[in-house]
DNA sequence: GCTGATGCGTC
DNA sequence: GTCGGAC
DNA sequence: GTCCGACGACGCATCAGC
């Protein structure tokens, strides 16, 4: 009652998970600047203390009472306390890469879950995946680390991958994610068994090494972990030639990765997304993804939409494709749209609306949408991969999809059809 | 004690 | 994870 | 170029309802 218009409307977005201020830990770090120089200049002390501290919290109560550079000052990695990972960008093209990055490390890029291992000798491992959260519990793996490392303690950057029982190949992603889990641990283990592909060492026996280049760290790396365990270092190749990067990034997805991770060289570990150290590349115009070719689905209903999407009226769709006389939902559409193309999908869907359910749509109860929308409407539709669905009615999904292009040239006759789309799903092996 | 719905966190 | 928009 | 918040599938954990 005592909070005005304004500040009701973000307490009350507190509870309910969607706050949407507009602006995040970063542009906090941009306002811890701006309080004590009334500009950006101390937002470079500021970030590498955050990405070693993500706590704008503390960093704010320690830069109010002590000013920027004396809270700012020798904070660096300690084992055992989670550090910012460092991401990935995108670059289209190999020649870019170098142009960017000059020499270049590429390895291949593996579908698991990023894990940074925290090792001290006879007092603890801890895993802490990008997002920080300890999930140590779900690696008793880890508790042999001392026999496969030559340091009294470290902090290791890698993919945790499983390993498939029967084929004794790595699993797919959906697989090692049924070791997320509290309870059973130990059962499921034995059924699916974890390989940590360690590619970085940001910390050694108390030695920053956030500093050292990249090939630097390597070979402390290579001089750290022991072979035999199932702790393994991801195999790299150092190259400077567009060329040699297009031609191993099409031998890594032919043998299943999927794609490659191309690291600068001579640059340091930095935590975040930004500066052109470590770029991706899973699918782009130079050669094929797994989903190399785009799918034609029919529009099935959509959401009203919520925060930004609100005021367009969609938020996501729900689309599926043909099995006989039947429509089957294989995925939700989300993204790929720009905002005037939402209006526009909008426009065409508010007049296909039907009250109920058309009968040729199987939709699995959750899928169901705010509005129905009668077999009209061909959206063509990109995606990383195909997934066996447990939850779409046509049994399989798309993993990352997303809008390409409305098909006004194709009417729900013209649309994929499951056969074909399982026929992509076996292509992909 | 079971089941479907929802929440949370990974990609 | 992907994507588009604001700056 | 960077930052932000729309939204995706899916596996496990938890909870409400029976």
Redesign the pocket.
Known sequence: QNLDQLSVKFVARIPV?????????????DALSWMQTGDKSLKPLL?KAYQVLPDVGLLAREIKENGVEKACQGIVPVVGIPVLPM????IKSPSEMVE?MGEVDVEP?L?????LIHFVRGKFVKAF?????E?SHMFPELAKIDKFVNCSSAIFDCEAVGLDEKTKMMAN???T????????IGE?SKKVSIDFFIFDIISKDGKNLMDKNYLERRKVLEETVKKGGPFKLVFHEITKSPERINKLYKKRISEGY?GIMVKKVDSGYVP?????RWV?M?QGEEAQGKLADTIDVVVMGY????????SFGV??FLVGVKDGDKIK?T???????????FREIERRLKNLRTKDKPKEYEV????TPDFWVIPSLIVEI?A?EI??????TAG????????INFRDDKDPSEATTLRELEGLFDLQK
């Open positions: 998970g969607r706050l949407r201020l507009g602006f995040s830990d970063k542009t906090i770090l970030e991401l990935s960008q995108r960017k890029k579908d698991g879950l990023r894990i995946t990008r997002n920080l959260n999930t992603f959906q697989t994610m049924t070791r997320r889990r509290k309870h059973d499921t999927e975040g997304r930004t500066g052109w991706k899973k959401t009203q939409g919520r925060g930004k999407r609100a938020g996501q939902t995925s939700k559409i989300g993204t790929g749209l720009t905002d005037e193309e699995r109860k959750n899928y990109a990383d997934t066996k669905s447990p939850t779409h399989l999904a798309l993993r990352f999809p997303r809008l």
